[in-house]
């Protein structure tokens, strides 16, 4: 006698992501001498104009949202986790079609520079590479959002498409971005038409 049994399920193929910086970004960063410094206290967490309904049209066509977003500060003990947390949990209330938020507090190694970097500190790939075996995200489709050098680098070294977001600030781009827009929902409007 053949028993009849459900198939098993149809595996589903990798999904592409939009990787996204988080200070200058998605928030308001603060600028000071002509650099990028994410906020000190939730009460200066601000999303920029068209954040929610930009990354809501992200996730209507598919894209899987991740920030990827170095807060060194917490290890070199200017900033509390406790604070940080709470920015991430406030954003993603604003913005729920968000899937997660991978998370760097490693500090850079420029003052001890014969030690390795941590492989997840941008520009370094870590944080894209582990949510992308997490997810079962498609690099090969994806994107990476950022207003900074090592926003770029990042996506370059993971493999993905790059957008740059430019303010103009006191330093030099390191890798050429795929394109330079002026705002976040300029940068997915890019996404969606490519």
Same mark, same amino acid.
């Given at each position: 006698?053949?028993?009849?049994?459900? #198939?098993?399920?149809?595996?589903? #193929?990798? !999904? #592409?992501?939009?990787?996204?910086?988080? $200070?200058?970004?998605?928030?308001?960063?603060?600028?000071? +001498?002509?650099?990028?410094?994410?906020?000190?206290?939730?009460?200066?967490?601000? =999303?920029?104009?068209?954040?929610?309904?930009?990354?809501?049209?992200?996730?209507?066509? @598919?894209?899987?949202?991740?920030?990827?977003?170095?807060?060194?500060?917490? $290890?070199?003990?200017?900033?509390?986790?406790?604070?940080?947390?709470?920015?991430? %949990?406030? =954003?993603?209330?604003?913005?729920?079609?968000?899937? !997660?938020?991978?998370?760097?507090?490693?500090?850079?190694?420029?003052?001890?520079?014969?030690?390795?970097?941590?492989?997840?500190?941008?520009? %370094?790939? @870590?944080?894209? =590479? $582990?949510?992308?075996?997490?997810? +079962?995200?498609? =690099?090969?489709?994806?994107?990476?959002?950022?207003?900074?050098?090592?926003?770029?680098?990042? @996506?370059? !070294?993971?493999?993905?498409?790059?957008?740059?977001? $430019?303010? @103009?600030?006191?330093?030099?781009?390191?890798?050429?971005?795929?394109?330079?827009?002026?705002?976040? #929902?300029?940068?997915?409007?890019?996404?969606?038409?490519?």
């Amino acid at each position: 006698m053949v028993k009849n049994s459900v #198939p098993p399920p149809t595996p589903q #193929p990798p !999904r #592409p992501a939009v990787f996204l910086d988080r $200070d200058g970004t998605l928030n308001r960063q603060i600028i000071r +001498d002509g650099k990028p410094y994410p906020p000190n206290t939730l009460a200066e967490f601000e =999303l920029f104009p068209g954040v929610p309904a930009a990354c809501a049209a992200l996730a209507a066509a @598919g894209f899987i949202l991740v920030v990827a977003t170095n807060q060194p500060d917490v $290890d070199r003990g200017t900033q509390s986790a406790t604070v940080v947390e709470s920015m991430h %949990a406030h =954003l993603l209330a604003l913005v729920p079609s968000l899937t !997660r938020i991978e998370v760097c507090y490693a500090p850079g190694n420029a003052h001890a520079p014969h030690l390795p970097a941590d492989p997840r500190r941008k520009p %370094a790939p @870590g944080m894209l =590479l $582990d949510a992308a075996r997490l997810l +079962d995200l498609d =690099l090969s489709r994806s994107w990476m959002v950022g207003d900074r050098w090592r926003d770029i680098d990042c @996506g370059k !070294r993971a493999g993905v498409r790059t957008v740059f977001i $430019d303010f @103009g600030y006191d330093e030099a781009l390191q890798a050429p971005p795929d394109f330079t827009v002026q705002s976040f #929902p300029a940068a997915a409007a890019i996404i969606l038409q490519s």
